[in-house]
Nanobody, 124 residues
């Protein structure tokens, strides 16, 4: 089992920045690819970004490319999502997810472990 706890969400004005963190425990963190997903009110959960076990491989949704950066610190068992140039469409609950192995997945069903989520609200 892997336990994931997100933090760093909050209220920010459009154009601002936030950094989300996801702390993992329970298994060897470096054996897992990590992803961020989000769910806006009335919408389905969607892929945001993902990173491979070493940090050398990353993938992004088109909607966040150039604005968001995913990174990880295996020594701290933590994955980050730096979000810049935020807009109202980024308002959502953001979830951290983990999957065992090297594949950097972009769909929900590829991830077995999930955090509880952290709310990000962007005011326009």
């Amino acid at each position: 089992q892997v336990q994931l706890v997100e933090s760093g969400g909050g209220l920010v004005q459009a154009g601002g920045s936030l950094r989300l963190s996801c702390a993992a425990s329970g298994r060897t963190f470096s054996n897992y690819a990590m992803g961020w997903f989000r769910q806006a009110p009335g919408k389905e959960r969607e892929f945001v970004a993902a990173i491979g076990w070493s940090g050398g491989s990353t993938r992004y949704a088109d909607s966040v490319k150039g604005r968001f950066t995913i990174s990880r610190d295996n020594a701290k068992n933590t994955v980050y999502l730096q979000m810049n140039s935020l807009n109202a469409e980024d308002t959502a609950v953001y979830y951290c997810a983990a999957r065992l192995g090297v594949w950097v997945g972009v769909t929900q069903n590829e991830y077995a472990y999930w955090g509880q989520g952290t709310q990000v609200t962007v005011s326009s």
